[in-house]
């Protein structure tokens, strides 16, 4: 497997509260981006961390907001939830910003909004 | 027009068979391009990068056409084992990691 792990694998919430999801990054690797896959539909890019900093985001409202620790795990955190924030979360590490290498992902996280 | 466009599929093919599949992108500042694979309900994986000059792994094969922005993957020889989504992405700012996909194309691989 890829070495990124995240935390927990399936989730249920209720409209207007709030979530955090967790990833960990493949050892070595720095930068962490995070993407949202709705069902038949391909990874959405919601945000990337490069070293603690936010290093570009997709199109997603500020209620979307994530950090990334010292040991480069990183979390991603929703607030007022949507129904339409129901969806897979996906968490993929990388070694630096730029280049041409692979992005590894994590299992993601299922998370439903009721 | 959505970044990244590929064939909607699904495709059923029987084992053995050859099949092709397409995708553009709008950017043509793209800097990067690749190929990943996901199964159901998992992860993607990166099944190959994309090269202008073409490039071959085993029976998958991309090619890139920069001047018509647009990428293909061939799979020759189809296995039950290609069963899966395929999803076209692309890196639109070389400096940055961030991926673009594709809606991706579903195969499944009669026996």
């Known amino acids: 497997e890829t070495g990124v792990t995240q935390s927990p694998t399936h989730l249920i919430k209720t409209r207007g509260q709030q979530v955090t999801l967790r990833c960990s990054s493949q050892?070595?690797?720095?930068?962490v981006s995070w993407y949202q896959q709705a069902l038949g539909q391909g990874p959405q890019f919601i945000f990337q961390?490069?070293?603690?900093?936010?290093?570009g985001r997709g199109n997603f409202p500020p209620r979307f907001s994530g950090l990334q620790f010292p040991n480069y795990s990183s979390e991603l955190n929703v607030n007022a939830l949507e129904l339409d924030d129901s969806a897979l979360y996906l968490c993929?590490?990388?070694?630096?910003?730029?280049?041409?290498?692979?992005?590894?992902f994590g299992p993601g996280t299922r998370l439903t909004v009721l | 027009r959505k970044e990244v466009e590929q064939d909607p599929g699904p495709f059923n093919v029987p084992e053995g068979a050859t099949v092709a599949f397409n995708c553009t992108y709008s950017?043509?500042?793209?800097?990067?391009f690749f190929w990943y694979r996901q199964d159901c309900r998992k992860e993607p994986k990166l099944l190959m990068s994309?090269?202008?000059s073409g490039n071959e792994d085993g029976r998958f094969t991309a090619q890139l056409n920069r001047a018509s922005q647009y990428i293909s993957l061939l799979i020759r020889d189809s296995k039950l084992s290609d069963s899966a989504t395929y999803l076209c992405?692309?890196?639109?700012?070389?400096?940055?990691?961030?991926?673009?996909f594709g809606s991706g194309t579903q195969l499944t691989v009669l026996p």
């Open positions: 993929a590490s990388s070694l630096g910003r730029g280049g041409y290498n692979e992005q590894f």
């Open positions: 050892s070595g690797h720095n930068t």
């Open positions: 961390y490069y070293r603690e900093e936010e290093n």
């Open positions: 950017n043509s500042a793209s800097q990067s």
């Open positions: 994309v090269y202008s």
């Open positions: 992405v692309v890196n639109p700012q070389g400096s940055a990691r961030q991926l673009t």
